[in-house]
């Protein structure tokens, strides 16, 4: 079966500090990959997404980027991050072809 | 563009009394829709989803109906429990072919349910 980890669950970051959020998905391969960001009171906001390795699209021009290392490897990175990047990030993946988006437990992110 | 519209809450309502959540969308071709659930501190959970025009979507006691005449896809629960709580989320993606899908959400819906 199709599992999706994402990691840290919790992170704590002072401002001007970089960042890397990891997902990984096992059990499938050449999925599509996505970033969501729910910041408070926002609801979600797609940041990034990855239709293959080195292929990556970025919906909202901010100090964030997105890379793909590998097929089912997705990280989210900052090199200095801002008060304004706290929030509730979440990787999901989907199927090509299909409807279902599977997602992560999500990082919660506060910049201190 | 895409976009979803739905009531913005909070809801609050008893144990056992009737739910309904609306929701809208703007869609330029032929979108799926989808609600997803999202328990506290959880990541989204796929509630249900409707494929086509006339389409029920139905899980858990929750449906939704695809209403293409009113654009409309809203969630309705005959009886609600205390486990429903959460937040609920309208969802979008088009019909637009290619191996991409993006999903566009509403805002989310927060429901409280008391015993």
């Known amino acids: 079966s199709q599992t999706i980890h994402q990691w840290p669950a919790t992170l704590v970051q002072p401002v001007g500090s970089p960042l890397s959020l990891e997902c990984t998905v096992e059990g499938t391969s050449n999925p599509n990959l996505y970033w969501y960001r729910q910041a408070a009171g926002r609801g979600l906001q797609l940041l990034f997404y990855s239709v293959g390795i080195g292929q990556i699209s970025s919906e909202v021009p901010q100090n964030l980027s997105a890379s793909r290392p590998q097929d089912r490897q997705f990280i989210l990175s900052s090199k200095k991050l801002l008060l304004s990047d706290s929030g509730f990030y979440l990787c999901?993946?989907?199927?090509?072809?299909?409807?279902?988006?599977?997602f992560g437990s999500g990082t919660r992110l506060t910049v201190v | 563009g895409n976009s979803v519209t739905q009531m913005e809450g909070p809801v609050t309502l008893s144990e056992e009394a009737f739910l309904t959540i609306n929701c809208t969308y703007t869609?330029?071709?032929?979108?799926?829709l989808f609600w997803y659930v999202q328990y506290p501190g959880e990541g989204l959970q796929l509630l249900l989803k409707a494929t086509k025009a006339d389409d029920k979507g139905s899980n858990k006691g929750f449906e939704a109906t695809y209403r293409k005449e009113t654009t409309s896809f809203h969630l309705e629960k005959g009886s609600v429990q205390v486990s429903d709580s959460a937040v609920y989320f309208c969802a979008l993606t088009e019909n637009s072919g290619g191996s991409n899908y993006k999903l566009t959400f509403g805002k989310g819906t927060l429901l409280t349910v008391n015993p």
């Open positions: 999901a993946w989907m199927k090509r072809d299909s409807w279902g988006y599977t």
């Open positions: 869609a330029t071709g032929y979108p799926s």
